[in-house]
């Protein structure tokens, strides 16, 4: 595969966030974990504020529309390793053409093993542990339309699956769903007030994937994620700030709000700083080009 330009992302430091301030207000379990982290270590970095910009292949999760932005061949590799030993991995690419938008394909997986179980009679581990482990495919699209607005959708694949588990062996749910995403860059004016800002829109789960464990199937809650972005130019060398915030809302879960922050000097590296419902994230990278 010839691919023309490559992203490399380090993230130096994330502060634990990565538990999830959900996790503890009762809301735990309402939604994909993917909803949850996120897809990517940039978008973490800026406290999960990348609705309106999406200019990398995790733009499958965040904004689809924000693919057709994306100028040549890209790929993204991630991997972390979150609390008790989970492992959370994506691997995107993204794909543009002259003239029929941009089309791309990612894949991410959490998962676990080694879990103790528990007797509910007397709630002790009994010795035996079991492994739970969930993988989400996409293939995407972006289209730049007329009027400074640009279009996408995401198809999307889920698979969750408890294994090993004593009584019930494995416990597999596989659904498919549907997201629908739009992105707003006015071009109407030069004036510095009225240029480089974006505003986004993402409707996940508009088809939600049905998830069924058991005898009764787990929907996907819709979501609705909304972005407002404002770039700050530097005169001279092309450095630049991303100034990011992002509001999510389904009907099982609160109002989230995110808030972030990216500096690029001169293309070579960024600086990145975000919030993420209390908790406060910060991040780093260098982009290396072909």
Same mark, same amino acid.
């Given at each position: 595969?010839?691919?023309?330009?490559?992203?490399?992302?380090?993230?130096?430091?994330?502060?634990?966030?990565?538990?999830?301030?959900?996790?503890?207000?009762? +809301?735990?379990?309402?939604?994909?974990?993917?909803?949850?982290?996120?897809?990517?270590?940039?978008?973490?970095?800026?406290?999960?504020? @990348?609705?309106?910009?999406?200019?990398?292949?995790?733009?499958?999760?965040?904004?689809?529309?924000?693919?057709?932005?994306?100028?040549? +061949?890209?790929? *993204?590799?991630?991997?972390?390793?979150?609390?008790?030993?989970?492992?959370?991995?994506?691997?995107?690419?993204?794909?543009?053409?002259?003239?029929?938008?941009?089309?791309?394909?990612?894949?991410?997986?959490?998962?676990?093993?080694?879990?103790?179980?528990?007797?509910?009679?007397?709630?002790?581990?009994?010795?035996?542990? @079991?492994?739970?482990? *969930?993988?989400?495919?996409?293939?995407? &699209?972006?289209?730049?339309?007329?009027?400074?607005?640009?279009?996408?959708?995401?198809?999307? /694949?889920?698979?969750?699956?408890?294994?090993?588990?004593?009584? &019930?062996?494995?416990?597999?749910? /596989?659904?498919?769903?549907?997201?629908?995403?739009?992105?707003?860059?006015?071009?109407?004016? *030069?004036?510095?007030?009225?240029?480089?800002?974006?505003?986004?829109?993402?409707?996940?789960?508009? @088809?939600?994937? +049905?998830?069924?464990?058991?005898?009764?199937?787990?929907?996907?809650?819709?979501?609705?994620?909304?972005?407002?972005?404002?770039?700050?130019?530097?005169?001279?060398?092309?450095?630049?700030?991303?100034?990011?915030?992002?509001?999510?809302?389904?009907?099982?879960?609160?109002?989230?709000?995110?808030?972030?922050?990216?500096?690029?000097?001169?293309?070579?590296?960024? /600086?990145?700083?975000?919030?993420?419902?209390?908790?406060?994230?910060?991040?780093?990278?260098?982009?290396?080009?072909?």
């Amino acid at each position: 595969m010839n691919i023309k330009y490559f992203r490399m992302i380090l993230l130096l430091l994330m502060i634990p966030l990565l538990s999830s301030a959900q996790d503890g207000d009762g +809301q735990a379990g309402t939604r994909s974990p993917f909803a949850d982290f996120g897809f990517g270590a940039r978008a973490m970095g800026m406290g999960d504020a @990348f609705v309106a910009k999406a200019d990398d292949p995790t733009a499958v999760f965040w904004n689809p529309a924000g693919l057709d932005f994306i100028y040549q +061949q890209s790929v *993204t590799l991630f991997h972390a390793s979150l609390y008790a030993e989970t492992m959370y991995d994506f691997l995107g690419y993204v794909y543009p053409t002259l003239d029929l938008g941009t089309f791309a394909l990612g894949i991410a997986r959490i998962g676990t093993g080694d879990i103790l179980r528990t007797d509910i009679t007397n709630y002790a581990y009994d010795g035996s542990t @079991f492994a739970f482990e *969930t993988y989400r495919a996409y293939l995407s &699209y972006g289209l730049r339309i007329p009027w400074d607005l640009a279009v996408g959708a995401s198809l999307k /694949v889920e698979r969750s699956a408890f294994t090993d588990i004593v009584e &019930y062996g494995d416990a597999i749910g /596989v659904g498919v769903g549907f997201d629908l995403a739009v992105i707003y860059r006015p071009q109407f004016s *030069t004036s510095p007030w009225l240029r480089d800002w974006s505003v986004g829109f993402n409707i996940q789960n508009l @088809f939600s994937p +049905q998830l069924k464990h058991g005898e009764t199937p787990d929907a996907l809650p819709m979501t609705l994620k909304a972005g407002l972005m404002r770039t700050i130019r530097f005169a001279g060398g092309g450095d630049a700030i991303n100034i990011l915030l992002d509001f999510d809302a389904s009907s099982q879960t609160d109002l989230g709000i995110h808030f972030g922050s990216e500096y690029s000097f001169r293309q070579l590296g960024t /600086v990145r700083l975000g919030y993420n419902g209390g908790s406060v994230a910060f991040g780093a990278g260098v982009e290396y080009k072909t």
